[in-house]
């Protein structure tokens, strides 16, 4: 069973501090990775995507991968009360027809 | 404006009833999917199809059925074997193949049971 585990938390950080949300796999052929956003009672909205070893960044947010060490985190910068959502993180395994894992989610507040 | 269309927004099942959730999308893509969420879970998956008429089982399909007679078109009906269904579902589509499957999501089902 692969398997993806995030800290459900929650996390809670005050405005303007970096969230960082972390993410592990179990399948050390994952390909893809991608970061959802969920608000409470709305659907998931996919905010990163990473492929490569490194960091990507795009405006305030910044995915880092580790394949050696099968590790996905999250980094939002200078946090906004807007922030405040569960972050799920979703792995493509290894294999055409595997299907997207995803993650429990971590619950992120940001106060005010 | 492209994107994937779910109704109703909220649905109650008595015992015994079979209900269909409504999944509609215009991004043309090949794939698409429902999922179900939990409270305080992440997303498990039902039923998946990659081309019209055909369609594949997900981790928890036992009480679900599903069918693909149109690309744009795939709809989940929830049986009377699914003991328990109140969740909030979700239906997503993306592009077949490739590093890039991304997933799209519509707003959401929540389904009671009376």
């Known amino acids: 069973q692969k398997e993806v585990e995030q800290n459900s938390g929650p996390l809670s950080v005050p405005e303007g501090a970096i969230a960082s949300l972390n993410c592990t796999y179990s399948d050390r052929g994952s390909q893809s990775f991608f970061w959802y956003r969920q608000y409470s009672g709305k659907s998931p909205e996919l905010i990163m995507s990473i492929y490569s070893n490194g960091d990507k960044e795009d405006g305030r947010f910044t995915a880092q991968l580790n394949k050696a060490s099968q590790y996905v985190s999250l980094l939002i910068r200078d946090s906004q009360p807007s922030d405040s959502a569960t972050y799920l993180c979703?792995?493509?395994?290894?294999?055409?027809?595997?299907?997207?894992?995803f993650g429990k989610g971590t619950k992120l507040t940001v106060n005010p | 404006d492209g994107g994937i269309t779910q109704s109703p927004k909220y649905l109650f099942r008595k015992e015994g009833q079979n209900v269909t959730l409504s999944c509609e999308q215009n991004l043309n893509h090949d794939a698409m999917y429902w999922y179900r969420q939990d409270p305080g879970q992440g997303l498990r998956l039902i039923y998946y199809?990659?081309?019209?008429?055909?369609?594949q089982k997900g981790d928890i399909a036992e009480g679900y059925s599903v069918s693909r007679e149109k690309k744009e078109s795939f709809p989940l009906t929830v049986t009377s074997a699914q003991k328990n269904p109140t969740a909030f579902y979700l239906c997503a589509s993306s592009r077949v193949g490739g590093l890039n499957e991304k997933l799209f999501f519509g707003s959401g089902t929540q389904l009671s049971v009376l």
């Open positions: 199809s990659q081309i019209v008429n055909d369609f």
């Open positions: 979703a792995v493509k395994p290894q294999g055409g027809s595997e299907k997207l894992v």
